[in-house]
């Protein structure tokens, strides 16, 4: 369970920089994550009683808000993790897009 929180941010990596290969993504991300996974399980936490609902409701309500407000809601954290970590010097972004000491930021 730990893991899982350790390598959410992954994914979210290797779409926004696809230059970076799957296993940089995983290490990145456990920097990132780094303090943050007890947030991110209080944030799963908090959509409980939101899946209950939707669990009486079919899936219905899951499909048309809960689903979309809780992918909306880590997205969300990945950017709030990723702008912490890169002002913290956890991670760089020369390690994000490739380019030696962040000189290819351009853009972001």
Known sequence: I???????????I????????PTD?????????????????????????WNILSALTLGLLGILYVNPYYHASKAGYYEAIKANALSSGAVNWGELTGYPGGAGSAGY
Do not use: Q
Not at 2 to 12: I, L
Not at 41 to 48: N, Y
């Open 2 to 12: 730990v893991k899982s929180y350790a390598y959410f941010a992954a994914p979210y």
């Open 25 to 49: 993504a995983i290490k990145i991300s456990m920097r990132m994550t780094a303090g943050y996974k007890g947030k991110l399980f209080v944030l799963d936490l908090s959509f409980l009683g």
């Open 14 to 21: 290797l779409s926004e920089f696809p230059a970076v290969k």
